[in-house]
């Protein structure tokens, strides 16, 4: 088991900046997958950007060059969101797998107004 807690949102002009953190409640250093999910009103939720036990990350094509995720420490991990547009606008979710299991934070609300 592993609880997630998201925190950093809020409310910001386009062009702006926001720094997400997630918090577990214990070690993620060694788990199959770290990453951000966002979840627009009236949309399916989507991958943001993702970084696998490999080392390897993934990124939206809609942030890349924008948003940079990184593990600040072996409990957490965290999402810079640069450049911020309207249509970033969304409920942003920490995930983390662990072999066929999926755990979730309860999100945070990022508003980017024009």
């Known amino acids: 088991q592993v609880q997630l807690v998201e925190s950093g949102g809020g409310l910001v002009q386009a062009g702006g900046s926001l720094r997400l953190s997630c918090a577990a409640s214990?070690?993620?250093?060694?788990?199959?997958?770290v990453g951000w999910y966002r979840q627009a009103p009236g949309k399916q939720r989507e991958l943001v950007a993702v970084?696998?036990?490999?080392?390897?990350i993934d990124y939206a094509d809609s942030v890349k060059g924008r948003f940079t995720i990184s593990r600040d420490n072996a409990n957490t991990v965290s999402l810079q969101m640069n450049s911020l547009k309207p249509e970033d606008t969304a409920v942003y979710y920490c995930?983390?797998?662990?072999?066929?299991?999926?755990?979730w934070g309860q999100g945070t609300q990022v508003t980017v107004s024009s």
């Open positions: 970084i696998t036990n490999s080392g390897r």
């Open positions: 214990r070690s993620i250093s060694s788990v199959n997958s």
């Open positions: 995930n983390v797998r662990v072999n066929i299991f999926n755990y």
